[in-house]
């Protein structure tokens, strides 16, 4: 065989082998290993890994959105405590449990909750969550330190404690791990800009703000109904199968909260909504069949737009309620 | 020589026609459908097959004002005695609560505890009263958990509201910190 055409079939044969997938993975690899401190040296790379995490006490009530190592001690009798975990929308929570001092036969307990449990109604519902609601407990003094780490399925969870004597504690150790999908999110802020993608599952994913806001919904592609425009706009969105809406109530239970609007035909221009309510959420509903995806950006509500009752609001549910 | 270089080129576009579209979307994590976070050797996940879904009670409410409670599943599991009026309640981990909102608290939870049909107080049971049946007793508690309303926390969205933008505050003092030191270690 002639080497040039030696050369030329081994450089097809590359080729091939490269559009197989291989290309897919070196991005994959460059993607995990992609590190922003390569810019600097290795000796600024150790000073900063160097660095102690971050740690401080926990409190009997407490919210933290940052990894670290948080302690609790009882300086008296603490028999109703709870502590609200929140990480970005794109990140899971891992605790790890580093020392735990309690006495399980005494009363003490200390319960980790995957996701976020208020007035009996739980963010993610039990029709969005993998887990019925009991498995959604881990309880320490049940698994002790067999179930040592424990990571949630979205980017809220909670725990809840009881200490009895003076001194007993325990001490936890937060960390985000990144969510390349996220399903079920609540958000931090009450104002900002996410895109939420269901990529052929069939799940449910719910995006909640505990704040009246205002959402403008910028992009929505529902499968093969790409952009805003259909031909034949469907009678019912349940007929779709693949749609989002917009819930609004007083509770964090997306399954008990108001619908306020379905889409899942055609609209010209971006779709806004003013909600008056304590929770807003915005949920996508997908049957697996195809990729959905859906734009919206949200602000909160100043007083005065709560009293207005001008434009697209629907301030009488939310508002009876409060 | 230009014949072996046409077939070439040929075979080449062959390929490039069928080869289907390497978005990135769908190669990323596992097959579709079907996400699995990956699993260390002690960590346990939350996702897991779906299980079907079982009835849960409803949970006690209890409001009082801007306070808020911890409502329990089990309350046979906290003898009395514990919910005494000095339980602390919690605001910033201190407890400056007036007295006569515990006393009715606890003064609550007595008398719940008089209308709920009694249980055996499993908890306290002994080592060795546990041991003998062994499976059945571990059958009946964890049947009787699955009963029990989960344990859950009164507070308002007000009071979320406020402790959410703490968590905020704190978490942007902290990123600053570490701005900081990074402009530190970069200067030097």
Known sequence: MPPNFKLQGHFILIFLAALRGESRYLEMQEAVGYDPLLLFNANLKRDLAGEQPYRRALRC????????????????PQLHCAAFFIGEPQEFITIHYDLVSIDCQ??????????????????????????????????????????????????????????????????????????????????????????????????NCSFSIIYPVAIKISDLTLGHFHGLHLKRPPADCGEIGDFVELLGGT??????????????????????????????????????????????????????????????????????SL | MRLRLLLSAGVLLVALLR??????????GSAPGAPQPPRGPHTLDFFQPEQP??????????????????RLGNLHKSPAPRMSPDSSALA??????????????????????QQLPPRPLDSRAGPAERSA??????????????EEPPISLDLTFHLLREVLEMARAEQLAQQAHSNRKLMEIIGK
């Not at chain 2, 289907?20 to 190669?27: D, E, F, I, K």
Request: include cysteine.
């Open chain 1, 251 to 320: 509770g964090l239970d997306p399954s008990k909260m108001m619908p306020l609007a379905d889409l899942c035909y055609p609209f010209h221009g971006p779709a806004q909504m003013k909600i008056g309510c304590d929770n807003t959420v915005v949920r996508m509903v997908s049957s697996g069949k195809h990729i959905n995806r859906v734009t919206f950006e949200y602000r909160q509500l100043e007083p005065s737009e709560l009293e207005n009752e001008n434009g697209n609001s629907i301030p009488e549910f939310c508002l009876l």
């Open chain 2, 133 to 146: 049946p062994g499976g059945h007793q571990e059958a009946l508690e964890r049947e009787r958990r699955s």
């Open chain 2, 19 to 28: 080869c289907p579209p390497c978005g990135a979307l769908l190669s990323r």
């Open chain 1, 61 to 76: 009530l407490d919210m933290l959105s940052l990894p670290g190592q948080f302690t609790f001690t009882a300086d008296q």
């Open chain 1, 106 to 203: 005494g009363g003490d307990f200390l319960k980790v909750f995957d996701g976020w449990i208020l007035k009996g109604e739980k963010f993610p519902s039990s029709q969005d969550h993998p887990l019925p609601t009991m498995e959604r407990y881990i309880d320490f003094c049940e698994s002790g330190l067999i179930r040592r780490s424990i990571r949630s399925s979205q980017n809220v969870a909670m725990i809840f404690f009881r200490v009895h004597e003076p001194g007993n504690g325990f001490t936890l150790t937060i960390k985000m791990d990144s969510n390349l999908f996220p399903c079920n999110v609540i958000s931090q802020t009450p104002n900002g800009r996410f895109t939420l993608v269901v990529p052929h599952q069939h799940r």
């Open chain 2, 53 to 70: 879904q079982q009835p849960q009670p409803r949970p006690v409410l209890l409001r009082m004002g801007e306070e808020y409670f911890l």
């Open chain 2, 92 to 113: 910033g981990g201190s407890d400056n609560r007036p007295g006569s909102h515990q006393a009715a608290a606890a003064n609550f939870f007595r008398a719940l505890l």
